[in-house]
């Protein structure tokens, strides 16, 4: 290493954190490609109930508001 100057071992590093990063962002997409296959197996199995509604979007219920619940106290 000693007979490298410093521009060589600055190509090296910069070449070295390339390569990191390339391989640290493809094991990224590939945990989200992951992820997103095993929600939509979750999503899309029988057992769970929620096949017939898109995504697997669940349905939020409205709790009854009434005029009574809604009074400012002054």
């Not at 945990?31 to 017939?52: D, H, K």
């Amino acid at each position: 290493m000693n007979q490298l100057n410093i521009s060589n071992r600055l190509v090296l590093l910069m070449d070295l954190m390339s390569v990191l990063l390339i391989v640290i962002g493809a094991l990224g997409l590939w945990g989200i490609n992951q992820s997103n296959a095993s929600l939509r197996s979750g999503i899309s199995s029988p057992s769970n109930g929620l096949s017939r509604t898109p995504l697997g979007a669940t349905r939020f219920w409205k709790l009854p508001m009434t005029s009574s619940k809604l009074r400012l106290n002054r």
